[in-house]
């Protein structure tokens, strides 16, 4: 197996593309960038690009947020192909993910969930471990996750779970020491038992953050310093393994680059010091930090538990008294209701942030309604989260008049062509040489990013009022011609004609040129012959054709 | 007979207009942007930017943290 022996790169930061402009103009002294897998898996366009001229000057390493090692569905074939392919385009030095599960039964709940740590779940996690890394061709690293609730099944602690595990699968570690704070304040683990009884060896990057805490527990949110007990629990890390990989990883209210890096500027500090800023953090135990089970569940079944209150919004439904250990001023019905929220409010923010025009024509309270009810009716089943959006317009257009609809409709459309592959734009040098008689046997493709629309109403119209910032109402009906498309990185509308419409949508069906445009002309309709020159100008000025190079 | 010919006609006028390639016309679709300069290849657009961190955001780090207050008071 390839790269059994990580290099090491030094300290690194976890790449956000509002840093990016930064970095390109000032090229600061970081020895390496992490990227988060998905955010380039099933994307194309500008963060591609991104990450192409990051990789010129920066050894990058992947993270992953979706491999669900710990769930009961088999592997996800298209995300370990996506993966792989990512891989072998980005080169990275190496591949993380977390020892955590994301959804069964092909629902994806777009959070780390925790698993009972049971001899069932090990073994399992194990054999997927091992299937991963074969067809990987690489040894892969897994991280400690931040959780929420324990389960009363589990029967031994996560530290030793995840000694094993790392032993049983011969895979490397990435040790998030905040997780580690946090898990530990959550559970009120002891921080330096578990630091102690993990196999250092196979750490190969440790990972640093700012969490929120709430009194009752922590929030591991990535959006504030590290704070000085991790500091110091870092410290003890290095003096007992090593020097390590090290990064930050700042996801929230992100500061300016110079701020993030004054963090990195503090692991060197600590990791070097000849002290640590506070004393070793100890949360009170109020019980042995191993609870041996008393009934034995199956692993799919915890699963199945915990999933089914997730969405469904009822945590009675996992029996949270029976399932999870109860921690002083935080009980088993509030640990789940973390995850539960969690799920309603990141699929609301999702849909929530792409239909502002929708959320100005029909207001507050019916946006949240709908928006609350697609999420209750609609489980997200694909590892792109940003996917979700797409059964949103169908869903909702029994609940919203036709022409709110078609606004749903372009919204969710603009929303996607993100993501859309990139494609070049035809130029007219790429015709040079072309004939009437070999033009109308061409085919002319789209660019990737790009649909066009026929709506019953001046949908377009309407957005665009939403932009200038005037009060929306139900327009006259009057059909409209639309074309959404990404150029140089903006998205962007461009009204069409009917018969120029007409024209597009043959052409975009694959008709050679001179099929396309005898169907424009039938019935010879002289007038259309005028604009045809017109339109074709207006297509190409425009980069609406696709080179086909 | 007449159909080609006209289709070639067409088709003429057509590849004229490729080759003269017309003025950008299109609106941006989102408020703040100006054209390509605004965002540019540098990921500084507002959208594109929440857009690339929706994977990360949602799965890793419980933005759910943030969103939740964002979304409570809505």
Redesign the interface.
Known sequence: MENTNFPVLGYGLGF???H??YI?AHKPDIDWFEI?S??YM??GG??R??LD?LREHYPIVMHG??LSIGTVDPLNSEYLQKLKALADQVQPKWISDHLCW?GIAHKNT???LPVPYTEEALAHIIERIKRVQDALGRRIILENP?TYLEFTASSMSEWEFIARMAEGADCGLLLDVNNIYVSCYNHRWDPKTYIDALPLSRVQQIHL?GH?NKGTHI?????DHVIDEVWTMYRYVLEKGGLKNTMV?W???IPDFPIVMEEVAKAKHWASADHAPTEMPSFQSFRDNIRPSEQVTPYIEELRNVQDAILSGLSANMQPDLRIVPKPDFAPDEQIQTYI???R??L???I??DVPALLAMIG?DAI?NLISAYIEATPSTH????RYIEGFPAFARDHLSPSAYELCVLETA??RL??ADETVA???DD?AG????S??DMVLRPRAALKIFVFSYPVNAL??AH?DGLELSEPEKQPSFL???R????????DLEEREYMVLSSLFAGLP??EA??AA?SGGDETA?AY???????W????LLASAA | MT?II??????????????????????????G?H??N????????A??????????????????????S???D?
């Open positions: 956000r593309p509002t990016f402009p390109t988060i998905e955010n099933d994307a500008q963060q690009r991104v001229e947020v979706s994301t777009h959070d780390l931040s953050a929120s929030v591991d949110t990535h959006d990883e996801d929230d209210k929220d969690g799920y409010y990141r609301f923010d999702i929530y942030d507050q949240d590892f792109n989260v940003a603009l929303s993100f993501d035809l130029m007219p015709m072309a004939t009437p008689e033009f109308m957005y665009q932009l074309c959404v498309y150029h140089n990185d903006t998205i962007w509308r461009l040129v001179g445009l005898n002309i012959m045809i020159g017109e339109w074709f100008s207006k190409m000025g425009n980069g | 159909t006209q289709n070639k006609k067409v088709a003429t006028m057509a590849l004229a207009g490729i080759l003269a390639m017309g003025a950008f016309s299109a609106a941006p679709a989102f408020a942007h054209g390509a605004s965002c540019s290849a540098a990921g500084c657009s959208k594109t930017e929440k857009s690339s961190c929706k994977a990360k955001t949602s799965c890793k780090d419980k933005t759910s943290c943030k969103s939740m964002s979304c409570k809505k």
